[in-house]
């Protein structure tokens, strides 16, 4: 299994960016799916989580109203739109994959995130 994270960039506080995270060598509708960050001198932190059965749940109360988590099982990708980005959302961005039954975790490279005051 292969996870391909793209999307990050240099964006302004206040502005968006859309994250998006390919699965390849299986189906994405047999993982959980996590969007994680870790932030320079910081330990790796779960952002959001889309489950198999496309449930979303925000795990860092700072993203709240801000970052959504989705998922589009017909093109083996998951998604992570982020708005009213801030400074100390500056990061760099992992997608992970939690196998429903063995709970295996497939992790895929990251994608910086910069925010600019």
């Known amino acids: 299994v292969q996870l391909q994270a793209s999307g990050g960039g240099l964006v302004r506080a206040g502005g968006s960016l859309k994250l998006s995270c390919v699965v390849s060598?299986?189906?994405?509708?047999?993982?959980?799916m996590g969007w994680y960050r870790q932030a320079p001198g910081k330990e790796r932190e779960l952002v959001d989580r889309v489950t198999s059965d496309d449930s979303t749940t925000d795990y860092t109360d700072s993203v709240k109203g801000r970052f959504t988590a989705s998922r589009d099982n017909a093109k083996n990708t998951v998604y992570l739109q982020m708005n009213s980005l801030k400074p100390e959302d500056t990061a760099v961005y992992y997608c992970?994959?939690?196998?429903?039954?063995?709970?295996?975790?497939?992790w895929g490279k990251g994608t910086l995130v910069t925010v600019s005051s």
């Open positions: 060598g299986s189906i994405i509708g047999l993982y959980h």
């Open positions: 992970r994959a939690t196998h429903i039954i063995t709970r295996t975790n497939y």
